[in-house]
């Protein structure tokens, strides 16, 4: 039986499929209001992007931040929910342009006559518009890759850098061994375990790393997510 991939929308706390996720938000009623209840109390509103982001068909992320925004911003956002594990370069890729943070690499680039990055300081306003697309690496050795597009613009105001609107519930794999839910995952033999299974099984713990909701998991030394991210969490759970 195939994976049916679902998150619980932040707002009215119902259940959709990630396929009619954005169809939802653009229709929630309860999000709607609260984004009226919020608009109405700034004295100064502004420009607001509605962001999707997936990493294959598992994980995806629905997220809002101002237009005005770093792309580091968003960086940093990633590298806290879903990747940061060695302090590993990253970079974006809008339009055919490179955006890094990476000034020996610039230099690398100039040096074979490659096309120079550009800051990651520059705003999502200067380089994506409503559908626009974009790329995302972190680890130039074993990279992870993400996907994303601005799907929708607003005007209103946000408490916090970036605002979770919904992530997929996570996904639900089996232990291997005895069909128990897996705990961690063996980087030697690929291979999903429970935490007693894990015991017993001839590579050790020392190989293994934890079974985490991240396109991450089971890469480098990604344990899970960092503790910033429980900002992100704390907060949106209690809006």
Same mark, same amino acid.
């Given at each position: 039986?195939?994976?049916?991939?679902?998150?619980?929308?932040?707002?009215?706390?119902?259940?959709?499929?990630?396929?009619?996720?954005?169809?939802?938000?653009?229709?929630?009623?309860?999000?709607?209001?609260?984004?009226?209840?919020?608009?109405?109390?700034?004295?100064?509103?502004?420009?607001?992007?509605?962001?999707?982001?997936?990493?294959?068909?598992?994980?995806?992320?629905?997220?809002?931040?101002?237009?005005?925004?770093?792309?580091?911003?968003?960086?940093?956002?990633?590298?806290?929910?879903?990747?940061?594990?060695?302090?590993?370069?990253?970079?974006?890729?809008?339009?055919?342009?490179?955006?890094?943070?990476?000034?020996?690499?610039?230099?690398?680039?100039?040096?074979?006559?490659?096309?120079?990055?550009?800051?990651?300081?520059?705003?999502?306003?200067?380089?994506?518009?409503?559908?626009?697309?974009?790329?995302?690496?972190?680890?130039?050795?074993?990279?992870?890759?993400?996907?994303?597009?601005?799907?929708?613009?607003?005007?209103?105001?946000?408490?916090?850098?970036?605002?979770?609107?919904?992530? =997929?519930? /996570?996904?639900?794999?089996? &232990?291997?061994? @005895? +069909?128990?839910?897996?705990? *961690?995952?063996?980087? $030697?033999?690929?291979?999903?375990?429970?935490?007693?299974?894990?015991?017993?099984?001839?590579?050790?713990?020392?190989?293994?790393?934890?079974?985490? =909701?991240? /396109?991450?998991?089971?890469? &480098?030394?990604? @344990? +899970?997510?960092?503790?910033? *991210?429980?900002?992100? $969490?704390?907060?949106?759970?209690?809006?």
């Amino acid at each position: 039986m195939e994976y049916k991939s679902e998150g619980i929308c932040r707002f009215c706390l119902k259940t959709f499929a990630g396929s009619a996720m954005t169809r939802h938000l653009n229709t929630c009623k309860v999000k709607k209001k609260k984004d009226e209840q919020e608009a109405a109390k700034a004295k100064q509103k502004y420009p607001i992007y509605h962001i999707r982001i997936s990493a294959g068909k598992y994980y995806w992320l629905h997220i809002e931040m101002k237009a005005t925004s770093k792309l580091s911003t968003l960086d940093n956002f990633f590298r806290d929910i879903w990747l940061e594990c060695c302090g590993h370069l990253s970079g974006f890729t809008i339009n055919g342009v490179e955006y890094q943070d990476d000034f020996e690499q610039n230099d690398m680039n100039m040096f074979f006559g490659e096309q120079e990055s550009k800051a990651m300081s520059t705003k999502l306003s200067q380089a994506l518009s409503v559908g626009g697309k974009f790329n995302y690496e972190y680890d130039f050795g074993s990279t992870t890759h993400l996907e994303g597009k601005v799907l929708g613009l607003r005007e209103g105001i946000l408490k916090e850098p970036v605002k979770i609107l919904v992530r =997929n519930n /996570p996904y639900v794999i089996k &232990c291997e061994e @005895c +069909g128990k839910n897996a705990t *961690d995952f063996c980087c $030697e033999c690929e291979i999903s375990f429970c935490e007693e299974c894990l015991s017993e099984h001839e590579c050790g713990e020392d190989m293994a790393l934890p079974i985490v =909701n991240s /396109p991450r998991m089971g890469v &480098c030394g990604y @344990c +899970g997510e960092s503790d910033s *991210d429980n900002f992100y $969490e704390e907060y949106n759970k209690n809006q």
